[in-house]
């Protein structure tokens, strides 16, 4: 399985970007997926995380009600909505899967164990 990732790029504060993550020689249908981020000088975080049939999802406290995943199983992607963006949420973006129908998707967001696949990263400027 390849995640390949597009979206991303430069916005303003307080616009919009929509993430998209791609399964390639493979199916997302048994993976939960979670979107992370690295800012310049920081640690990669958790930002959003869904199970793989899309019915549990979790979200970091700072994203809460402007970010949304959504994964669509049958198109075999998973995107990344995100609204009122901030300067701070500048950084690398990535989508990375973890096989298992019943994975914890609030651990898995915390990043603390190793993701089987990742993307190969997104760039998002918030700036204006």
């Known amino acids: 399985l390849q995640l390949v990732q597009s979206g991303g790029g430069l916005v303003q504060p307080g616009g919009s970007l929509r993430l998209s993550c791609a399964a390639s020689g493979g199916t997302l249908d048994y993976v939960a997926i979670a979107w992370a981020r690295q800012a310049p000088g920081k640690a990669r975080e958790g930002v959003s995380c869904?199970?793989?049939?899309?019915?549990?999802?979790t979200y970091a406290d700072s994203v809460k009600g402007r970010f949304t995943i959504f994964k669509d199983n049958a198109k075999e992607l998973v995107y990344l909505q995100m609204n009122n963006l901030k300067p701070e949420e500048t950084g690398i973006y990535y989508c990375?899967?973890?096989?298992?129908?019943?994975?914890?998707?609030?651990?898995?967001?915390?990043?603390?164990?190793?993701?089987?696949?990742w993307g190969q990263g997104t760039q998002v400027t918030v700036s204006s």
């Open positions: 990375a899967a973890e096989p298992g129908r019943d994975i914890d998707v609030q651990a898995m967001c915390t990043l603390k164990y190793d993701l089987d696949y």
């Open positions: 869904t199970s793989a049939s899309g019915g549990s999802t």
